[in-house]
């Protein structure tokens, strides 16, 4: 396994590939790799077959993270991630610097962005605001530098893949996307690199959000009508509120291809939540 550093070396690299015919997937991360991560890697490949090439990129992407988030304390361990990446496989790891990624910020000499406008709304765009802009800008350098034929991201940040979706389509970036499910822990929480930030109690208690989407959907399939939304997320709030440590930043309920919040909730509807156990703000989502 290759470890690249630099912007230009890795479009080296990725027209070098191009330029033998070589199929390319990408799965961007932030790092503080983890199983679900690693299951992204193998889904990768199969998209590629065994002759194609994986690149895994780890940036921990400043301008995702609002004033008061927790981008000076987001785990860091690349030499563990390089261990996992060579293991599963991988066959580039990109790991580039801030300046890399955003040259001339400092100064004032960055100020391009990739901003979509419709998706990201709500949930985590009300949330974060300037959370999504960091995002795609992002993943459309990562886009222009890796030119992947495939790009591999999760379902756990369900909103974010239907935005880079969006954007994919709208500015013809030439590859296909791929979302693969949510992996989660023999207790149901969804696997994430915040889970890191738990203590045992808090650990014990996050394990309410998944329990919150199966009691959403075991009362939505139970009814004969469709549920008042508001009804819902008022009756899930206070099922999540049981846990001391546990505060609802937002609970919604929308469709699953365009994300539009939906007044009425019935089978096949999509519910996505954010809940902070202490500090640590865990999201979630699932089809009802």
């Known amino acids: 396994?290759?470890?690249?550093?630099?912007?230009?070396?890795?479009?080296?690299?990725?027209?070098?590939?191009?330029?033998?015919?070589?199929?390319?997937?990408?799965?961007?991360?932030?790092?503080?790799?983890?199983?679900?991560?690693?299951?992204?890697?193998?889904?990768?490949?199969?998209?590629?077959?065994?002759?194609?090439?994986?690149?895994?990129?780890?940036?921990?992407?400043?301008?995702?993270?609002?004033?008061?988030?927790?981008?000076?304390?987001?785990?860091?361990?690349?030499?563990?991630?390089?261990?996992?990446?060579?293991?599963?496989?991988?066959?580039?790891?990109?790991?580039?610097?801030?300046?890399?990624?955003?040259?001339?910020?400092?100064?004032?000499?960055?100020?391009?962005?990739?901003?979509?406008?419709?998706?990201?709304?709500?949930?985590?765009?009300?949330?974060?605001p300037t959370h999504f802009r960091g995002v795609t800008t992002i993943v459309a350098k990562l886009f222009n530098l890796v030119l992947p034929d495939v790009a591999v991201f999760g379902a756990k940040d369900w909103q974010q893949a239907a935005i880079i979706r969006r954007m994919i389509a709208n500015l013809n970036f030439p590859l296909r996307m791929v979302v693969a499910p949510t992996r989660r822990e023999p207790d149901g929480l969804a696997m994430s690199s915040r889970n890191k930030y738990l203590d045992a109690s808090l650990r014990v208690q996050a394990v309410i959000l998944s329990r919150a989407l199966r009691e959403a959907r075991k009362r939505v399939r139970a009814a004969r009508r469709p549920l008042p939304a508001s009804r819902l997320r008022e009756d899930l709030k206070r099922f999540i509120h049981t846990q001391p440590d546990a505060r609802v930043d937002y609970i919604e309920f929308f469709d699953p291809r365009t994300l539009v919040p939906l007044r009425q909730v019935g089978p096949g509807a999509h519910m996505a939540l954010a809940v902070f156990l202490g500090r640590t703000r865990l999201i979630d989502n699932g089809s009802l």
């Open 1 to 128: 396994m290759k470890t690249i550093v630099s912007a230009s070396a890795m479009q080296r690299q990725a027209l070098r590939w191009r330029h033998h015919g070589m199929r390319v997937s990408l799965v961007p991360t932030m790092g503080a790799l983890h199983e679900g991560h690693l299951s992204l890697v193998r889904q990768a490949r199969r998209c590629v077959g065994p002759n194609g090439r994986i690149v895994v990129s780890i940036y921990v992407n400043p301008t995702q993270f609002g004033p008061s988030e927790d981008f000076s304390r987001y785990p860091r361990d690349l030499g563990r991630d390089s261990v996992l990446c060579r293991q599963a496989g991988v066959d580039v790891l990109f790991a580039p610097s801030d300046q890399e990624m955003y040259p001339g910020r400092a100064d004032g000499a960055f100020s391009t962005w990739v901003i979509e406008e419709s998706l990201s709304r709500w949930m985590e765009g009300a949330a974060r």
